[in-house]
Antibody, heavy 129, light 109 residues
């Protein structure tokens, strides 16, 4: 079965650390770019971080830059998010999401697109004293 | 940095057509993708690219784009379509390659 399963969430005090994992199965993990997306309670989706299929290119949202580290182990079909210096505003459900991409060309002009076609069920992170 | 703007809430009568919009400068250069999220569940991709539906998504869902606006249209809305809908696209900034809209709560009356 094609799926992503997150783990590692829990209750942590402000300033603490947590490492999230995302186990992939049913597809060739090493061929896909991956992302972490989070959702605070009652709020919308927020993109957190991106990693290329080889791990050579990484991006972060401004809200987590310098505190979070994304990584992957293609041999273990796993994606990770190390979260340091956690704050109350980091509380929420964290999803890992597989990314696809493509382009549509017409009249000599190409328009590209990206999408998240596979999501895990998420893992809840609560930052509170 | 870029932003994607969505109306917070939209309603539609059962069986009627509804359009959910997403506005942003980056949409002039990139197509949006659309996600449906029901309470307590993970988001589900419903539209991507010019107007592509993943397997299993009903054909009442369609997408379009014009200028800086992307639209998700549900033709003949069903009760099970009541959900939050989010658009996503590439941010114009090279350091922030992905961005979500704020989401639209769709109510089917």
């Amino acid at each position: 079965e094609v799926q992503l399963v997150e783990s590692g969430g829990g209750l942590v005090q402000p300033g603490g650390s947590l490492r999230l994992s995302c186990a992939a199965s049913g597809f060739t993990f090493s061929s896909y770019e991956m992302n972490w997306v989070r959702q605070a309670p009652g709020k919308g989706l927020e993109w957190v971080s991106y990693i290329s299929s080889s791990g050579s290119t990484i991006y972060y949202a401004d809200s987590v830059k310098g505190r979070f580290t994304i990584s992957r182990d293609n041999a273990k079909n796993s994606l990770y998010l190390l979260m340091n210096s956690l704050r109350a505003e980091d509380t929420g459900v964290y999803y890992c999401a597989r990314e696809g991409s493509g382009g549509y060309c017409s009249g000599g002009r190409c328009t590209h697109y990206w999408y998240f076609d596979l999501w895990g069920r998420g893992t809840l992170v609560t930052v509170s004293s | 940095s870029s932003e994607l703007t969505q109306d917070p809430a939209v309603s539609v009568a059962l069986g009627q057509t509804v359009r959910i919009t997403c506005q942003g400068d980056s949409l002039r250069n990139y197509y949006a993708s659309w996600y449906q999220q029901k309470p307590g569940q993970a988001p589900v991709l419903v539209i991507y690219g010019k107007n592509n539906r993943p397997s299993g998504i009903p054909d009442r869902f369609s997408g379009s784009s014009s200028g800086n606006t992307a639209s998700l249209t549900i033709t003949g809305a069903q009760a099970e379509d009541e959900a939050d809908y989010y658009c996503n696209s590439r941010d114009s900034s090279a350091d922030h390659p992905r961005v979500f809209g704020g989401g639209t709560k769709l109510t089917v009356l």
